[in-house]
């Protein structure tokens, strides 16, 4: 028989085994099987991402894109308001021979809201001096 002796790796010789391997299994990873960076460029806008590989610039992307609107969205234009002009109430201080029909007149209200406004118990009654309110009109 063979008094040969089997022997096995040693605890130290199997680590450095193992580290090889791992050290091989890394390097074959990084130059053979790792993803590449590459630089991207981006431009984001309302509704589209543009991305761009590193070798080309966003000038010349662009140059390449042809930007076309979709039906749809193209916007609207809100109208403008327009200004209405709303009447003011005037102060009317009343002369001498004023009635209030006359001021109604020249401010074309009605009598009946000069009295209605300014709550007056007699129209008839108006004296120099009194500070009359004139409903929405325009001046004279």
Do not use: C
Request: net charge negative; proline share 10%.
């Amino acid at each position: 028989m063979n008094s040969r002796k089997k022997s096995s790796a040693s605890g130290n010789e199997f680590f450095v085994g193992l580290v090889l391997v791992a050290l091989l299994m890394f390097l074959a990873w990084y130059f053979l099987l790792r993803p590449r960076d590459i630089e991207v460029n981006t431009i984001d806008s309302l509704d589209t991402t543009i991305t761009v590989p590193g070798e080309d610039s966003l000038e010349k992307a662009l140059e390449k894109i042809q930007l076309t609107p979709v039906p749809g969205d193209t916007p609207t234009p809100t109208p403008r308001p327009t200004l209405t002009p709303v009447p003011l109430d005037i102060t009317y201080v009343v002369q001498d021979g004023d009635i209030l029909s006359s001021i109604a007149d020249s401010y074309d209200v009605t009598v009946e809201a000069i009295i209605a406004i300014n709550d007056l118990d007699d129209p008839d009654f108006l004296t120099i001096g009194q500070i009359i309110h004139i409903p929405g009109a325009d001046p004279p």
